[in-house]
């Protein structure tokens, strides 16, 4: 795909936001594209303010805002109509909170894993490695207020309970590494049976295509599900698992602590795993494993072993293999983008059904300023992994009121002002960086709250009237 491409979508992007409210997003999620799937649905909604093209982009906006609260998404909404002539809506939050609810998930997982896909589709070859297509996978979890329903949806921390700490989501995300955009999650309670990241892992690999290169910590590389990929015509680069040993005397050698070896199929089959899919399994994989021994200073780990399918020691050399690995790296900073950046990590829906779609519509909004930073990266002839994210969110939000209230003339200017900015704010070449995980300010001395809200209130009062 040419350069120009890139740059001509996010024009569009820009001059369709002059005679819709929201983000800077209408010609990707048009009108017309919305209400055909929410037609496939069968959902049907009346004419009103909140419609839900409206409610949807006032959504995104306020994933995407600093303060993430209700009442600034609507006064941007109150004000927006206030300009254009139109009859004012309510100050108050109470009907943009109820659209929300009416706002189907599905639409939301749908419309993530289609900007993910144009996004991976689009992606130049010199953004991949080898022409090929490699994925991310890694897990976190999520907070959220502590409500009946939320705690007995997901559950909390096994030293939690009662009022003490706040409920747990556990999510699994799959990445591309060429563009940063999320390609599918999946969504499952903190504690209970199947809720641990193999087993929503398990349930991603639907979302995988033949020909893929999936990058993955040591927790996934377990021989089932090496096996079931492999069957796809997925690749894999793991970290071995550390309760399987390697002994580099035995098997093909290609190298220095670098052989081919055959794991065997295990005899019990994992919970996850039907047994009509198990039986189906060959009995041997001839996996390749690599010993990366790391001298930088500083790091944590001095040596690991690379387990992969990818056999053929001359179209991957063991150096190509440890740089690979290397970039496994880039889930956990898209996470943290995610995250700290955009504030995920503290959720503030009161109902497991919102939690879900406040989840998704942090991730459609990711996905949308991706695409942004990817024409940036192109324009410039950059990799978009060295842009900034934070820069570009910021950017964003600082330009997004100005091109909303500009003229038709101005929004070209804008446009090329916010690729030209989005692409000066460049990640810092920073080789084997190695920062302590640690503050320097220290948290303010309160003692942690150990009781309800009600039971601490009525002790301040006894103490006060003793």
Known sequence: MSHGRFVRRLLELKQGTGRMPGLPFSEVLTEE???????????????RIYTPCVTLWMFLGQVLSPDHSCREVVARLLAFRTVRGLSPCSAGTGSYCEARERLPRELLRQLVRQTGRELREQALDAWRLHGRRILLMDGSTVSMPDTRQ????FGKAENQYG???????????LLCLATGAVLEMAIGPYRGKKSGELSLFRALQEALERGDLLLGDRLFCSWCDIAGLRERGVDVVFRQNAQRSSDFRRGRKLGRE????????????????????FAALP???????????VGIPGFRVRSLIVVTTLTDPHAFTARDLANLYRQRWHAEVDLRSIKDVMQMDVLRCQSPEMVCKELWAHLLAYNLLRGVMCAAAAERDLLPRQVSFKGALQLFNVFHQYILVSSPEQLTALSNALLAAVAQHRVANRPNRCEPRKRKRAAKAYPRLKHSREQERNLCHQNRIR
Request: charged share 25%; proline share 7%; aromatic share 6%.
């Open 33 to 47: 594209r919305i209400a055909a799937m929410l037609a496939e649905w069968g959902v049907l909604y009346r004419e």
């Open 163 to 173: 009022p003490v700490g706040f409920p747990l989501a556990r999510i699994v995300v």
């Open 150 to 153: 939320n705690a007995a949806a």
């Open 258 to 277: 670098d052989h081919l070896v055959a794991w065997h199929k295990p005899h019990r089959r994992p919970d996850g795993i039907s047994e009509e899919a």
């Open 283 to 293: 009995a041997t994989l001839l996996l390749r494993e690599v010993r990366v021994r």
